[in-house]
């Protein structure tokens, strides 16, 4: 299984377990377009039709090895890389049935988390040079987590915590239940001390709080680029701070400059825009350029 380089791929259990449900999803009791085809090797190249960052190899070359074990599938490009429009990705030798039953759901899997890690390299280049981190959310696409997660990583973006029970999250719902911040931290300490604690602040005042009361991250929603910058001042430096709410790729630049740690993006995995990715039999035609 390949990854970008220093990024992790999830599991190969977690990848089959993706690959297994998106082909029952696709080829149910059999392709019948594919039967027709006379079974013979064949060739095919994947081409990349825009500028892209590109992340889900390993789901792409699952797809087709579970269609054919003797698949010989050569990438051109490595995980994690630029791309420009045009370039061919790589080639692949195997069954020509197996070859176009593969297509789509291997393609799915490419575009999507392609355009994942395109979205986190755009936003993680608008903030290079201030320090700050760009962070991804629980924002993703239901049974697809760990595979955005790596694809946010493959963009060169670091994950917030993967799920539920991973960090403690207080939010505004959790303190109001627990009577306040300070009620809701002790009791997160108690319970489960080895856990990193996230607190949410509404205003300055609960900021104070949750500096007293200690925390691993405090995260600022939606504050004005004003108090955003007081509650940095008032921070200074003691806990980590992390901004959330309405970023876009346009005004990240200007809230990372004022001084904050991390800025959590959904955007990254929840407003999934597909590369344009095309598998194509045959050989790829010459002159046109392949990734190194």
Not at 13 to 28: F, H, K, N, T
Not at 41 to 67: M, N, S
Not at 238 to 257: N, Y
Request: proline fraction near 4%.
């Amino acid at each position: 299984m390949t990854a970008a380089v220093g990024v992790s791929a999830p599991p190969e259990a977690v990848v089959q377990a993706d690959v297994s449900r998106a082909l029952a999803e696709d080829i149910g009791s059999g392709d019948v377009t594919a039967a027709l085809l006379p079974d013979r090797p064949d060739e095919a190249y994947l081409l990349c039709k825009q500028d892209a960052v590109i992340a889900g190899r390993p789901w792409f070359d699952a797809t087709h090895r579970a269609l054919d074990p003797q698949v010989a599938i050569e990438w051109h490009v490595d995980e994690g890389a630029r791309v420009r429009a045009g370039t061919v990705l790589a080639t692949l030798h195997g069954r020509n049935r197996s070859l176009v039953g593969a297509e789509r759901t291997s393609l799915n899997f490419l575009q999507t988390l392609s355009g994942t890690a395109t979205a986190t390299a755009a936003f993680v280049a608008a903030v290079a040079g201030t320090g700050t981190r760009i962070l991804d959310t629980r924002k993703t696409l239901p049974g697809l987590r760990l595979a955005q997660k790596y694809a946010v990583r493959c963009g060169g973006g670091h994950n917030h915590r993967i799920g539920l029970f991973d960090a403690v999250m207080l939010k505004e719902n959790h303190i109001r239940a627990a009577g306040s911040l300070t009620a809701a931290a002790r009791a997160a300490r108690v319970q489960y001390p080895a856990l990193p604690l996230i607190v949410e602040v509404e205003d300055l005042a609960q900021l104070r709080e949750a500096l007293d009361v200690g925390c691993e991250r405090i995260l600022i929603d939606d504050f004005e680029p004003a108090l955003r910058r007081e509650a940095v001042r008032i921070t200074a430096g003691r806990i980590p701070l992390e901004v959330s709410g309405s970023v876009d790729l346009d005004g990240v630049r200007a809230i990372a400059e004022d001084g904050v740690d991390c800025i959590s993006v959904g955007a990254l995995t929840k407003h999934v825009r597909a590369i344009d990715l095309s598998l194509k039999l045959g050989p790829a035609p010459n002159g046109m350029a392949r990734g190194v």
